[in-house]
């Protein structure tokens, strides 16, 4: 099996995911501290993902999340931890979510 790459396409594959990397930073980055808490719309911006995606998520306590009042937030430092490793022991406590039930 023989594969054949046009160098020139993998080149500018490679620079527009980067260019789209450092759009996001620039957009999120320089109003985002690690502390900051985000909305249900800001986060599935942010993940670009549906929001539908978010409410199960937390439904399934899979993502971490705060509960203020009937509002979901979550802070960007602990999705970012979560991004990298869902299974985080720093996240634990924010995976059960779970005010004496389970």
């Known amino acids: 099996m023989k594969f054949e790459i046009d160098a020139n ?10 260019t ?3 759009n996001m930073l620039v957009k999120h980055g ?15 911006e942010y993940l670009k ?6 409410y199960d998520r ?6 971490p999340f705060l509960k ?4 979901l937030r979550f802070k960007k430092k602990h ?3 979560w991004l990298l490793n869902p299974y985080h ?9 779970h005010n004496g039930r389970r």
């Open 9 to 18: 396409a993998l080149i500018d594959k490679i620079v527009s995911g980067v």
């Open 20 to 22: 789209e990397q450092i």
């Open 30 to 44: 320089s109003k985002t501290k690690g502390n900051e808490l985000m909305n249900v719309d800001e986060l599935a």
């Open 49 to 54: 993902v549906k929001k539908s995606s978010i």
């Open 58 to 63: 937390a439904h399934n306590r899979s993502i």
């Open 68 to 71: 203020n009042g009937k509002f």
């Open 79 to 81: 999705i970012d931890i």
């Open 89 to 97: 022991p720093d996240l634990n406590h924010y995976n059960l979510n």
